[in-house]
């Protein structure tokens, strides 16, 4: 008991640390077209007003509308616009993922991480989960993309706020190749799921999101009603770190675990492949286009 108050604090402290900082500003955009999508009542004009307060944001997501992927001869100068265009569920996509990379706007790379390559990894694990669950399980799948943008922010707030800790954890996972929620635990007392569920629960994001986020790397060990959201991501999860996809924090992947993932989600290796190979294009097209 008292070593799970402990772990509370720690866990209270870092989320304070967090909410004064600026990983928050992306708190209220996120939140936003969190409840837009869950909210069947919400509309077009919900996400414009969301998006025209953020004028940084706005700007952004302008210019997307404006590349060559959406190519047309008149150009898009107004957020309504865009809905149209490029279309509602494009544009929520879109404003999370402008809104979510802002966070991890720092270059530096040690012991083989950098924000970037987090961020590309994050990226490739929302494409990756999204497509999965429209071509496994026929579901739309926008809180799942949500899910893979943001079920590594526990890393970041650990880069951001204990520095010499973090580095002290990537250090362990090259030299000992350990896994890294093995030498977070051992070295922080919690792991970037605890973070993660934490910063969410305090977000007031829906529970589906904080506790998918929490059972990223446990999916097995999870509740009924978000198992597939659980499995679903760290089996992207795995398949983003095997093809080596930006970050990849884990030298000793479990294999055992990730085939029990698929043979729950029932789904065949042969289907995951085309699946990545898909994620593969779309990020080269973000890329390409300079969203990425
Ligand atoms: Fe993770
Ligand atoms: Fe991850």
Request: proline share 2%; charged share 25%; aromatic share 6%.
């Amino acid at each position: 008991m008292e070593l799970m108050d402990n772990k509370q604090k720690k866990l209270n402290h870092i989320v304070n640390l967090v909410n004064d900082s600026e990983i928050s500003s992306i708190k209220s955009v996120v939140t936003g077209i969190v409840k837009i999508i869950n909210d069947p009542r919400s509309s077009a004009k919900d996400l414009k007003d969301l998006i025209e307060v953020d004028p940084p944001l706005s700007a952004k997501l302008l210019k997307a509308a404006n590349s060559a992927y959406y190519s047309r001869s008149t150009k898009i100068t107004e957020i309504m616009q865009a809905v149209i265009w490029i279309g509602y569920d494009a544009l929520k996509e879109l404003a999370l993922s402008q809104k979510v990379c802002e966070i991890f706007n720092n270059d530096d790379v040690v012991e083989g991480y950098s924000r970037t390559s987090l961020w590309k990894h994050s990226i490739a694990v929302a494409i990756l989960t999204k497509m999965i669950y429209r071509r496994e399980f026929g579901k739309r799948g926008e809180d799942i993309y949500v899910a893979g943008l943001l079920h590594d922010i526990g890393i970041i707030a650990e880069d951001q706020f204990l520095q010499s800790q973090f580095l002290s954890v990537l250090r362990k996972i090259n030299t000992e190749k350990t896994n890294l929620t093995d030498a977070e635990s051992e070295i922080l007392g919690y792991d970037h799921t605890d973070v993660g569920r934490a910063i969410a629960e305090n977000w007031n994001l829906p529970q589906k999101l904080s506790m998918s986020l929490g059972s990223h790397h446990t999916p097995l060990n999870t509740d009924q009603e978000i198992v597939t959201m659980a499995l679903t991501l760290h089996v992207a999860d795995f398949l983003c770190q095997d093809n080596e996809i930006g970050f990849c924090g884990t030298h000793n992947r479990d294999k055992d675990l990730f085939q029990k993932c698929i043979d729950r989600m029932d789904v065949t290796p042969y289907a995951l492949e085309l699946i990545m190979d898909d994620t593969k294009k779309e990020i080269s097209r973000l890329e390409d286009q300079g969203i990425l």
